[in-house]
């Protein structure tokens, strides 16, 4: 079926706006992570998601940072009070049994986010 | 120390040469090794994942695994220009829990194939 798929691909805001990414897993995987891609610092973990609760959310940077899954399928993450340090490529991962030693994550495209 | 660690790069080698990229972990409990390819402005794309001690080949690509030392490197024979890209190393621990799954990378290696 169809991959991972990210909205918006470009999301240009103005520092301090509320902004929405937003997540459509491959169906049927239960696991959906988010990360984060920035200059000088790689790959970051965010957020993982089993179903729709959230046992990890040790890499979310700060409070202004939320996500929510709904439905088991589509996950938002939402950035409060935007700051120009926040600006970076956020891509979303999905995998169907994260708990075996080869649970492969798929990643979507991302969302490139430039904070003004 | 970083938990992953790739050889810094960039890397650059002839078209047809081996390429090859190192990555060492500082975590005993990690289980699951992953190579993803990012070409620039592209998500990751998973290449190879090897999970047990010793070489896993596919096409012209080894991954191999050596727990004891804790490292993993990707090998790519016969280098083609279309390989030019960013290589990420990721590790993942399968320990259950809350993190299982979380996938912790390495700051990657440009690779660069010149013709």
């Known amino acids: 079926g169809a991959g991972v798929s990210q909205s918006p691909s470009n999301k240009v805001t103005e520092k301090g706006k509320d902004v929405e990414l937003r997540c459509d897993p491959i169906s049927g995987h239960t696991a959906l992570y988010w990360y984060r891609q920035s200059l000088g610092q790689g790959l970051e973990f965010l957020i993982y998601f089993q179903g729709n609760s959230a046992p990890d959310k040790s890499g979310l940077p700060s409070d202004r940072f939320s996500a929510e899954r709904t439905g088991g399928s589509v996950s938002t993450l939402t950035i409060q009070r935007t700051q120009q340090e926040d600006s970076a490529v956020y891509l979303c991962a999905s995998s169907l049994r994260p708990e075996l030693v080869g649970g492969t994550q798929y990643f979507g495209p991302g969302t490139r986010l430039t904070v003004l | 120390q970083k938990e992953v660690e790739q050889n810094s790069g960039p890397l650059s080698v002839p078209e047809g040469a081996i390429a090859s990229l190192n990555c060492t972990y500082s975590d005993r409990g990690s289980q699951s090794f992953f190579w993803y390819r990012q070409y620039s402005g592209k998500s990751p794309e998973l290449i190879m994942s090897?999970?047990?001690?010793g070489d896993k080949e596919d096409g012209r690509f080894t991954a191999q695994l050596n727990k004891a030392s804790q490292y993993v490197s990707l090998l790519i024979r016969d280098s083609q220009p279309s390989d030019s890209a960013t290589y990420l190393c990721a590790v993942k621990i399968n320990a259950g829990g809350t993190s299982y799954g979380k996938l912790t990378f390495g700051q990657g290696t440009i690779l660069t194939v010149h013709p």
């Open positions: 090897i999970y047990s001690n």
